[in-house]
């Protein structure tokens, strides 16, 4: 098979994390925190060593920020329904994830409110729009770093400067960004960060994380054991062990370590390379088959490998299943859980094909690619 | 190692699990729901047939109301958030987890009051207590299925009787319980259960469930993507996709499946009767040693696979690492998230050692401990 569903989740995982893993599992999986012996310990252990390579990966200088959750979705709802009071304000724009407005429209109910900037035609946002939507009592600026529909990257170190001037939180929803392009948060002076383990970073689904600049009160999601603290009910809050409450994910987070280590080795850069000439490649190979139209930025730095697309009217999904039936490539077709981002794009009655290239794939599976694309437009006639 | 921790985490895992990971991970795992293509379609089916396979464990008819979550603390925590509204009253007892008495210590600041039930000294609860407890306004009665601490059972089936009878919902903390002893949805009459993956049902950390009976209105902990009805900002709820936003963890919830396979194949009653012979030889062989205090029930069926001890006034974790460092067993010291049961064992002080066996415990294994145990308790005179 073809995978290009990678920004689904990112497949095949490198051999080194599926070792991790088995690694773990078969040789000393403890409950870590809960107990002094040397399982207990050694798990414990990793899970801290996996905090620092992750740490090193965003250049965070504290680890003991960073939450481990179980997908990117968990991170965002945390920081939303934790960071965010009464009476408060959000800004974020017309290219999120269900993830981010979702949460942001049951937040409705308590009385906060949210202006969702809209983006141009092809995802860009216009720093100068977010700056104008912002109101007194706006708290959080929240951007995706890349749109998950079209790629487009986010005018992360625009907004960051922004928010801080104006003493707002920069929030980042890393889900499409982390592992394909830079995301510094000193650089980019982003305050919250939310990013999956298993999509650009390449480690086991059932991981995530959740970064708060430290000093930001945030009010748990879970309530529950954390090993610490068991005689009381209410124990102070403290990062990390206060948002981990029950038992943790210990062999995905240390094999989620182990992917950020691979990363940390090759080297965000270089994979954005990678990815970049592989996206470039599928893009300039089908953009003129007539009857294809692409959506996002034209040019490759602004955007993430993501190639969306629909051919004439035919509907994207059937698309998709031709791709996958006839010709074995795996895409997904749909509104990827962006109905926004599609009413931007002018694609909300049809939806599009969605190809994301990852780090795994070959230059002679983009050119069968855009062979069965071209079959397909042309068969179509 | 000699591991005595299952009470913490079950290990080792049995090898159809980690096969099942592996292959899961190596072989096809995309995203569930969010395309059509051979492997998301694939990684559904599989989950669906988790479902399943779980549902059959528990008796449960309704596999589509069982919720994935990534351990039973979420599970709790959906639970009560989901379905309690402000003015109502629960009701549970002196024997519960953090992962219990936490939340609905949290919710307090929403007007939801509980009323603890104290068990006895060895963790029994009455049942008159309960009904004795109980108010106009009260929901929900939330008791363990055995308390992690002493092992002790609580009478599940006369409490559905009571909780049926009131209309008021039985919830059941199926943490220590499940794989461990019967639960049975219709037989014990449970509207919500919650329960991990990683301890007696001997599946993956990062993995667990939440059983909602038919009907019972829950708000969801996450919203986001699901895969469906992207283009609406606040679809409407349903089972079980409304609960599980973001991306499941695939490779896990699918070699859960694996290990509810295993453990209908082996019985639940099989392995209760296989942990309860090393339960009552380790219990039976420490319990006259000079020095060593016992908690819990003396009637081993009254009672899940823990023996929880003290010897004379050694600190418990002393106990403990002694174990460790010169004897190479692996157990549990101090209050085990379980503040409330040290205060009815009256160990609020001390805390207790805990020692688990587990189906992959052997008789030898068993021996060693008791002479290891023998032995420190000798040395400190």
Redesign the interface.
């Known amino acids: ?1 073809i ?1 290009l ?1 990678n920004g ?2 990112s ?3 490198p051999p080194e994390v ?1 070792e991790s ?2 690694d773990v ?2 040789n000393y ?3 870590p925190g ?7 310990a050694r798990t414990s252990q990793e899970i801290f060593k996996t905090r620092l390579v992750l740490a090193r990966l965003f250049n965070i200088d504290t680890p003991g920020q960073i939450v481990f959750t ?5 991170g ?2 945390m920081a939303f329904k934790g960071i965010l009071r009464e009476g408060e304000h959000v800004v974020t724009t017309s290219m999120e ?3 981010v ?3 942001l ?2 937040l409705e109910k308590k009385d906060i409110t949210t202006t969702i900037v809209p983006c141009s035609k092809t995802g860009e946002l216009s720093v100068e729009a977010v700056r104008k939507a912002i109101r007194p009592n706006t708290r959080i600026i929240a951007v995706t770093a890349a749109s998950n529909v079209t790629g487009t990257k986010m005018p992360l170190e625009e907004i960051g400067r922004l928010a801080l001037r104006l003493g707002i939180l920069m929030m980042v929803d890393g889900a499409q960004g982390a592992g394909h392009m830079e995301i510094d948060v000193k650089k980019h002076r982003i305050d919250i960060l939310a990013v ?1 383990g ?1 999509k650009g970073l390449m480690g ?4 995530g994380l959740l970064y708060v600049r430290e000093g930001i009160p945030v009010r748990p ?7 610490s603290r ?5 124990p102070e809050l403290t990062f990390p062990e206060s948002y981990e ?8 987070i240390i094999a989620l370590g182990e992917a950020a280590r691979v990363l940390n080795k090759i080297g965000v850069g270089a994979i954005e390379n990678h990815e970049r000439k592989l996206t470039e490649k599928l893009q300039e190979g089908i953009k003129d088959i007539a009857g294809v139209t692409l959506y996002g930025p034209k040019n490759y730095k602004k955007k993430t490998a993501v190639v969306a697309m629909n051919i004439d009217d035919m509907d994207c ?1 059937k698309v ?2 031709l ?2 039936d006839k010709y ?13 981002a ?1 009413k931007t794009m002018g694609t ?1 009655r049809t939806g599009c094909v969605r190809m994301c290239p990852g780090f795994y794939t070959s230059e002679k599976e983009i050119n069968d690619t855009i062979k069965a694309i071209k079959d397909i437009a042309l068969s179509e006639k």
């Open positions: 098979m995978y569903d689904a989740t497949y095949p995982k599926i893993f088995m599992m078969m999986c403890a409950n809960r107990a002094g012996h040397f399982m207990a179980k997908n990117c979705t968990e965002l709802n994830h269900n993830s407005v979702r949460p429209k049951a999956p298993h086991p689904q059932g991981t999601l879970l309530e529950g054991g954390t090993g068991s005689n009381q009910l209410d409450a029950g038992t943790v994910n210990a062999p995905g999904e998709a299943s791709l996958n074995g490539i795996a895409v997904r077709a749909g509104f990827h859980c962006s109905g926004l599609h909300e």
